[in-house]
């Protein structure tokens, strides 16, 4: 069990650094702010991460005594909406860090002692890993908190390599037939993307890359915003209502010139880059401009994971093999998407590229389980979720780690929300 217990101080390990890094760069005040009613305070993102840690490493796997049993209320995601979170006697930020700090050192004695056996949780490292993951979602969420707070830029990486390669065809064609989509055998996979189930998709077309911003000006341009019959009648009332014109973060300058902010950083729309911060309803009225729509989740996954010559699902686009710098943008390496047409070696048997990774994509799907669901290990990760008004994106994003990116790996939110690092592909029918 070394291998694992290495891989999973490994996973472990850098969920923290990242929590640091996204925590450490800005001072007390922008850590207990509101930057934004749709997002908590990063002060409560640290002290929630080190609250669920506890909960299911210290007192569930290891049976150890609380550290912090009187706050379990405060950190309950379920307790408290994000816009009433600034209002909670929370911990500061000196005993937030504090905290979490007392939680993973209990967690490593547990992990030391672990033998994987035993209790669905301990087994193959699962509650580590859902931990890990759990974190890494978290860290999203405050680069999301980032990308929306003012004030100077406090977050830096190195620009994204350009190697681009030529795409040849701007769509390809999926065969009609089943394939297997979810998972039954990955031993770090969530309940939602369980069990694996045959799915027959009839034959469609998909884009070979994501939409790019240059793209997405022409919807602009052409007028794509103040065509009603381009939206759904929920879709026109929200973009009304809202006053959308444009994707979240981009400022024009009257003269067809697109800028954006990106975390504290004002420069001009990359054209080429994959298109950022649109919602549902915005994806949906561009597929429809340009005579297509939004793939299904089935879809999607078919043109991601399944091989025509073997027929088999893999776990990525690209095979088994875990994702790389090579392959696919991920782990907020680099501070936006990479261009369309990147990371050829991570493109999927079908021809589709960046499947995982720079954006994620919404898909035309509700959110719900599949054919022989079962909550594991709690109802609150994905089950109260099903059946409400939520879309599936999938893919990850740059700001998404790899250990919670997969060519499984399922995300829902809302059709309004636009915070969040998602873009789109579009389908066809044949």
Not at 15 to 21: E, G, I, K, N, Q
Not at 94 to 121: H, I, M
Request: charged residues 25%; glycine residues 8%.
């Amino acid at each position: 069990m070394t291998g694992l217990r290495e891989q999973l101080e490994t996973v472990l390990a850098r969920a923290r650094r990242r929590s640091d890094a996204l925590t450490d760069c800005v001072d007390e005040r922008d850590l207990v702010a509101q930057h934004s009613p749709l997002m908590s305070p990063l002060v409560w993102d640290l002290a929630h991460i080190g609250n669920q840690e506890e909960l299911w490493l210290v007192r569930d796997v290891g049976g150890r005594d609380p550290v912090r049993a009187d706050i379990d209320e405060l950190y309950d995601a379920f307790k408290h909406a994000r816009s009433t979170r600034p209002t909670l006697p929370l911990l500061g930020p000196a005993e937030a860090r504090r905290y979490v700090a007392q939680v993973r050192d209990k967690s490593w004695d547990v992990l030391d002692a672990s033998t994987f056996r035993g209790s669905p949780l301990e087994r193959n490292g699962f509650a580590f890993a859902m931990i890990a993951q759990h974190e890494q979602q978290h860290d999203e969420t405050m680069l999301a908190t980032h990308q929306l707070r003012t004030g100077p830029a406090v977050l830096s990486a190195p620009p994204v390599p350009v190697a681009v390669s030529p795409v040849r065809d701007r769509e390809v064609v999926i065969a009609a037939g089943e394939f297997t989509m979810g998972v039954s055998d990955d031993p770090w996979a969530l309940d939602n993307e369980r069990p694996a189930h045959t799915v027959f998709v009839d034959a469609f077309a998909i884009d070979t890359v994501p939409v790019s911003n240059a793209d997405y000006a022409e919807f602009i341009d052409d007028g794509g915003y103040r065509r009603r019959e381009l939206w759904d009648e929920r879709g026109w009332r929200h973009r009304t209502e809202a006053g959308l014109e444009a994707p979240q973060f981009w400022t024009g300058d009257g003269s067809g010139n697109w800028w954006r902010r990106r975390f504290g950083v004002l420069e001009p729309v990359p054209p080429d880059e994959p298109v950022m911060h649109v919602c549902w309803f915005e994806a949906q009225a561009y597929a429809r401009w340009a005579g297509k729509r939004l793939p299904t989740e089935a879809e999607w996954e078919k043109a991601a994971r399944w091989h025509p010559a073997s027929g088999r699902s893999r776990r990525y686009p690209w095979g088994e093999d875990e994702p790389d710098h090579t392959r696919a943008n991920l782990g907020q390496r680099h501070l936006g998407p990479a261009p369309v047409g990147s990371y050829p070696a991570g493109t999927s048997p079908s021809g589709v590229r960046q499947l995982i990774g720079d954006v994620w994509e919404w898909t035309s799907s509700p959110f719900s389980g599949y054919p022989g669901f079962r909550a594991f290990p709690y109802r609150e990760y994905s089950e109260v979720f099903f059946g409400g008004d939520y879309r599936v994106l999938r893919g990850g994003s740059f700001g998404t780690d790899p250990v919670a990116c997969r060519g499984t790996f399922r995300n829902w939110d809302h059709p309004v929300r636009r915070q969040i690092f998602a873009g789109f592909r579009c389908a066809r029918d044949l």
